[in-house]
């Protein structure tokens, strides 16, 4: 029987939570010991159809510790194995795709992505540790839909982004919509949920798309815009960064509101966010609004 299932591995953004370098207001509670706290790895999800195979959305440099906290995702059987058959790329960041070289040991499996998500990947040799002729690259057109191992179904349609940190050179252009940022609609057995953990706004195509839907699990990068910068952390807004932050009359919380949305779950969560603090009145907040945030080993069937 195809039932979608899917386990969130990793519910932090990029350095997850804490960050091994920071002090920042929510990283030392748990440096502290304080208990509101837990710490996350880095943004990614497992979807499966069946059961037996298992699609990884996007790939942490977690990637390791994430397999070895899950049974679901170890080997079984043989000598070699993996109920990992496919790993699907949403853009070229470094904590979407620095986990693809902790998974070179000689095992079948396909990544799915844009052109310009593999592009990113194959103008950088290190990721050619990642055999082609074992492990296929397939390209994903927006619109598309592809039909993963154990019948799951993958979209791919475009969100507002930039290009990859490692990327940017001079002006740098925010929140085009082109295949460098995707989103993924994912089902299977008749479900269907959202994906998309970066996001610099949300336009009226984006907001219509969304609309009803049964799940969606979104950017929840930072809680207010300035936050980097007022916790004395860099000169970065999330704007620049290209997250919508979840406060402010463009936020997400206003954006996705309204919409129907059954269920609405914030990831890829910043370490600066206070709303990884249990308790928190910003916690409160996104609950009183109707968002869940994501903590790793989260268990969702939608
Ligand atoms: C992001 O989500 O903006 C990136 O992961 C940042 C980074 O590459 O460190
Ligand atoms: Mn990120
Ligand atoms: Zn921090």
Redo the contacts with the bound molecule.
């Keep these: 029987m195809t039932r979608l299932r899917l386990l969130v591995l990793g519910a932090a953004?990029?350095?997850g939570y804490p960050q091994w370098n920071c002090r920042c207001d929510v990283c030392s509670l748990y440096w502290a010991g304080d208990p509101r706290v837990r710490p996350l790895t880095q943004s990614s999800v497992a979807v499966t159809g069946d059961g037996e195979h298992w699609a990884l959305l996007n790939c942490s440099p977690d990637v390791r510790a994430q397999i070895l906290a899950r049974t679901t995702l170890q080997p079984r059987r043989g000598r070699r194995d993996s109920p990992i058959s496919a790993v699907v790329l949403t853009n070229g960041?470094?904590?979407h795709v620095a986990g693809l070289l902790s998974l070179r040991e000689s095992q079948p499996y396909s990544i799915y992505a844009t052109g310009a998500t593999l592009g990113a990947i194959a103008s950088n040799p290190v990721f050619g540790v990642v055999s082609e002729a074992m492990v296929p690259r397939r390209r994903m057109e927006i619109g598309r839909p592809e039909t993963l191992p154990g019948g799951i179904e993958i979209e791919a349609f475009p969100v507002p982004g930039k290009v990859?940190?490692y990327q940017e050179s001079g002006e740098v252009e925010i929140g085009r919509e082109t295949d460098q940022t995707v989103g993924l609609r994912v089902s299977a057995g008749g479900r269907t949920f959202f994906y998309v953990p970066?996001c610099a706004h949300v336009p009226p195509s984006l907001g219509g798309r969304l609309k009803g839907a049964p799940l969606v699990l979104f950017d929840g990068?930072l809680y207010r815009d300035e936050e980097m910068i007022e916790q004395g952390l860099g000169s970065k807004t999330g704007r620049r960064?290209?997250?919508i932050s979840m406060s402010g009359a463009e936020g997400s919380l206003a954006a996705l509101e309204g919409l129907g949305i059954e269920r609405k779950i914030f990831i890829?969560i910043n370490n600066t966010n206070p709303v990884l603090i249990e308790g928190s009145p910003e916690r409160a907040n996104v609950e009183a609004r109707g968002w869940e945030v994501a903590y790793d080993g989260m268990e969702i069937e939608p």
């Design positions: 953004a990029g350095g960041d470094i904590d990859p940190l970066g990068t960064m290209g997250h890829h």
